[in-house]
């Protein structure tokens, strides 16, 4: 019956539809070691039966809004700003032609959100790239996680179906139980390829389960295959954790974490397959030592050479009660005003604004490799709530603040509730397409809050009194004030809690008129109806990458006299303040919203010249230009089509994925 779908001319594929899973993988973070034999084997890897309407990743609680709170903020201040960057203090580092936010996605889970293979990618995954990578300049992914410590090279297709990362049956020595990832050269064909067609760089990691014996098939392919595209090995993932997890003994510090650096490099330099010698990224400590810990070992002085950034990751909370038994019970209602205030980002940064400068003085970037709302897959509710996607937000542009030089959200499974998008389940997949979560938004905007120009810096503002709930950002490009964010996390449907900024430039005079584009939801609950500058990616089960609804800028006009700017903030809502530009700067954003596929028949040819020239900034069509009509659809997938040399196709294929096929 699956086959049905895909049916007649495509029988050189059945080959690729044999064994479809029926089940979903389950992926999060691992609990402690302690906590995992009372759990009785709590795994980061697992397999349950897939039950659409119980899987985390569609779940659809709604808490209740925070109420206003007491004293409110006032709802008309004034943000007198310098017109240039030299007038102000504390302004953070020029931010890069890379995307602030880019996707940290777990090693097992790659080919269900990658596609299966350097001839299957997901063009959905692609499209969702290229909104980011069109707006911000390149995306960073991060492919990695706990599952990257037992992964394995083998060189023969591993898999009947043409997956090119498979997983290993659970292995007994593996103390953590999570099954060893195998994968073979095509997986950095999958990510070359991707490249090409989008501005997509990639972070890899070297397995450190084993320092006496290293793996280092990722670092030789990936130098190799993915060139300038590779943007960083990291040497170890959450080493703090390790002994917590089982995978060092009792005494193993950061000096022990710096010797095995150590003997890393000396093994590297000694490899001549690997040619670029200074691309490992350390040391992706998760908190439990305090990244001064590491520096204090003199690893940067020792090592500096061989570094190509600094990193860490983050969660500010857990889930593993909920979702492991461990713990102790965590209510979403409780906390969820922890992430609708300005202090939790504000916060979170804090602690490595130490690092961040140190970071500066080696001259290294440093990056939040991995983070989201919360650990152990989120918490419903809050995760994938508008709210979440405001938290996001303020967060990514504190960290920019701080001199972070990006931040990767982290991609879990169908069993988390913080995906910035997730796959539909494997028997759903013939008729649901992608899920967007509301932190998708957040990368969105922050990719058009920095632009490409490679000159963003960002300061935080403070005004209003400093109100936690109406923070305010000013971002300068080329040295001039270019784009004011505010934010109002306050939900209130009276509108008695939406807000009047009044922008006034000091040094210099306010535009005729500002352009804002503002990011909207009716409440910090909701997770549909999310709409940036009235365009909106849709509800679950219905993404197809592409942005709905007609882009909607609205233009203030300005008293120049008064040198003021008036702009409203809805409670809840966001808004982006353009200074600089004109009117026409938005009409090559406008038509991102192309023509959509049905998704019942989901087939439509690409047209690869717009593959080819989408790859950056500012193309204004791109991808899936399909029929709409089921008949010319399954024309589409004409044998002649598919021989057609160089041309590309978008497959439906029953097991749900959507694949881009390239012939040579
Ligand atoms: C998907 O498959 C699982 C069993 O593997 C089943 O429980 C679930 O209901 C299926 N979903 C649908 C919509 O049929
Ligand atoms: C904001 O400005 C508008 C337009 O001038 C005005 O109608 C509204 O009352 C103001 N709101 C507040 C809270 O000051
Ligand atoms: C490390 O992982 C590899 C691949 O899964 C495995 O073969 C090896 O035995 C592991 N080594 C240790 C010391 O755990
Ligand atoms: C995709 O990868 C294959 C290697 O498997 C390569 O031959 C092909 O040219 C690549 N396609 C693109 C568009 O880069
Ligand atoms: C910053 O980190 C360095 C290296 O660990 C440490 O020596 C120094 O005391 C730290 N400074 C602050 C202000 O924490
Ligand atoms: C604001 O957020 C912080 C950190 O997340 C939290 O500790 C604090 O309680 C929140 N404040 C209010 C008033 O909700
Ligand atoms: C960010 O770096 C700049 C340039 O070094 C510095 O002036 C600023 O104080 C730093 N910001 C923070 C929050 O540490
Ligand atoms: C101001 O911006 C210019 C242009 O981007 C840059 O070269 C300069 O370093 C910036 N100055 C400061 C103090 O940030
Ligand atoms: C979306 O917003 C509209 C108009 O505000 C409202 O009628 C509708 O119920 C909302 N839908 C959801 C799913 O929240």
Redesign the pocket.
């Known amino acids: 019956m699956r086959l049905n779908v895909l049916a007649p001319a495509c029988s050189a594929l059945l080959f690729f539809l044999q064994g479809v899973d ?2 979903v993988t389950v992926y999060g973070q691992i609990p402690l070691k302690e906590t995992i034999s009372q759990s009785n084997g709590g795994t980061s890897t697992a397999s349950v ?4 309407s119980t899987l985390a990743a569609y779940d659809d609680t709604v808490l209740n809004p925070p109420p206003i709170p007491d004293p409110a903020p006032s709802t008309a201040f004034t943000l007198s700003i310098p017109a240039v960057n030299t007038s102000v203090t504390g302004l953070s580092i020029a931010h890069s032609t890379d995307s602030f936010y880019g996707f940290s996605i777990e090693m097992s889970l790659l080919t269900e959100v990658l596609g299966r293979n350097s001839a299957y990618m997901q063009p959905i995954f692609l499209n969702l790239m290229a909104l980011i990578a069109r707006r911000g300049g390149r995306v960073r992914i991060r492919a990695g996680g706990n599952t990257q410590e037992f992964a394995t090279y083998e060189e023969e297709l591993l898999d009947a179906n043409g997956y090119c990362i498979t997983k290993q049956s659970a292995d007994s020595e593996n103390p953590t139980e999570t099954p060893a990832v195998i994968y073979n050269m095509d997986m950095f064909y999958l990510f070359s390829n991707i490249s090409s067609l989008v501005d997509v760089a990639w972070f890899l990691g070297i397995p450190f389960n084993d320092t006496s014996n290293w793996r280092l098939a990722i670092a030789e392919y990936g130098e190799s295959i993915l060139g300038d595209n590779l943007l960083g090995l990291q040497a170890a993932n959450e080493p703090d954790l390790y002994v917590d997890h089982g995978r060092r003994d009792e005494g193993y510090d950061a000096t022990s974490y710096f010797g095995e650096v150590q003997e890393l490099i000396s093994v590297i330099n000694a490899d001549v397959d690997i040619p670029i010698k200074n691309n490992l990224v350390i040391p992706s400590v998760s908190g439990q030592w305090a990244p001064e810990l590491v520096w204090d070992t003199g690893i940067l002085d020792a090592c500096i050479n061989s570094l190509s950034a600094l990193a860490v990751e983050h969660y500010p909370n857990n889930n593993c009660y909920a979702t492991y038994g461990t713990g102790s019970f965590v209510d979403p209602q409780t906390i969820f005003p922890d992430y609708l205030n300005h202090t939790s980002g504000v916060s979170l940064v804090q602690q490595y604004l130490n690092s961040t400068s140190i970071a500066q003085t080696y001259n290294r970037p440093f990056y939040m490799l991995e983070m989201n709302t919360a650990s152990c897959g989120g918490f419903p509710g809050i995760s994938d709530s508008f709210g979440a996607a405001l938290w996001a937000l303020d967060y990514g542009l504190q960290m920019a603040y701080g001199n972070f030089s990006g931040a990767m959200l982290h991609v879990g499974g169908q069993n988390v509730y913080y995906n910035p998008f997730t796959v539909p ?1 494997t ?2 997949s013939t008729y649901h397409q992608w899920t967007i979560g509301s932190i998708f938004y957040s990368a969105l905007v922050i990719a058009e809050a920095f632009g490409t120009t490679g000159t963003s810096q960002i300061m935080d503002l403070g005004g209003n009194d400093g109100s936690i709930y109406t923070p305010q950002y000013s971002i300068y490009e080329n040295g001039n004030l270019a784009k004011i964010a505010l934010f109002n996390y306050i939900t209130d449907e009276s509108g008695a809690s939406d807000y009047n900024a009044t922008i006034t430039i000091d040094g210099g005079t306010v535009p005729a008129q500002v352009y804002v584009k503002y990011l909207l939801s009716d409440s910090v609950s909701t997770k549909n109806n999310i709409t940036w500058a009235g365009q909106t990616l849709g509800t679950k089960y219905t993404v197809d990458g592409i942005l709905k609804n007609d882009i909607n800028v609205v233009t203030i006009a300005c008293d120049t006299s008064a040198n003021t700017c008036t702009i409203p903030v809805n409670a809840p809502g966001f808004a982006l303040v353009f200074l600089t530009v004109t009117e026409s700067d938005f009409s090559g954003v406008t038509p991102f919203a192309t023509t959509a596929y049905t998704k019942t028949i989901n087939t439509a040819t690409v047209d690869p010249s717009v593959l080819a020239t989408s790859n950056g900034h500012s193309g204004d069509s791109f991808l899936v230009v399909g029929s709409t009509s089921k008949k010319s659809q399954s024309g589409a997938l004409g044998m002649n089509d598919m021989l057609k040399g160089g041309s590309v196709l978008l497959l439906a294929v029953a097991w749900g994925a959507i694949a881009v096929l390239f012939i040579r």
């Open positions: 029926a089940q039966p897939a039950a659409t389940p028997n759903e």
